[in-house]
């Protein structure tokens, strides 16, 4: 049986080390994506109306996400804008119920992904799309270029943006991720896909958590988590690995 302060070691870990997911940012030193592209991008927001996490649409009436935006409570989504300040709530806003992983406890533990259903089927067109996830058993190459994108800071402890940005990201060699982390003590969970943060400064920062990482058109990844700093080269960016779950995401979309 394992000892319970070993059980949350790992967390114990992130908060001390200044790790953090990606709540309340932006891309860095991204670009804003033009409005014809990455049609499938969700804006998670509160009550309140303000964006907490990034998300994507996979089918009509389901986001993917990451587990950990729950902390934040979202009702709703916003589809078909790449501008925040131009939402019209009766055409691009959409009340969800949160499905998180049952595995999902926290960032270190893995299982980092969650599903949202939208009360009403989005409706596709010009503005709105899906986006394509990878099969079972999906591999990348050592540094393949991707993209992530979101909305946010555009520096640690800067200040967010409203018009969703995007970088490329190169794939980092899990070894390679894995003994980045292992300097800092900490134990990458499994199903995971290293990208962007590693002697670069591109990357993901607070706010873009639940993004997608696409890689040859599919979303291959899910915003999970980061170094002490956003854009600190010297650890990479960590994704939750779509294709590992999609088991789950089929029964789950089956069941609704």
Known sequence: MMHPLRKCLPVYLLICLGLHHALGSEIIHGQKVPENQMLYMASLQNDAGKHVCGGFLIRE??????????????????????NLRKVDNNAMRIRVDTCKHPSYTNISSGH?????????????????QLVQLPKSGFKIKNNAKCRVAGWGYTKTAGNSVDELQATD???????TCKKEWKIGKVKLPANIIC??????????????????????GAA??????????????????????VSSFRGWIRNVMRRN
């Open 195 to 216: 990208a962007g943060g590693f002697k670069t400064t591109n990357g993901f920062c607070k706010g873009d958590s639940g993004g997608p990482l696409v890689c040859g």
């Open 169 to 175: 990201v190169k794939i980092v060699n899990q070894k």
């Open 61 to 82: 009436d389901f986001v993917l996400t990451a587990a950990h935006c729950a902390k934040w409570s979202p009702t709703s989504v916003v589809l078909g804008t790449h």
């Open 220 to 241: 291959a990844g899910v915003v999970s988590f980061s170094g002490r700093r956003c854009g600190d080269p010297r650890s990479p960016d960590v994704y939750t690995r």
């Open 112 to 128: 980092d992904i969650m599903l949202l259903k939208l009360s009403k089927k989005a409706k596709l067109g010009k503005k709105v």
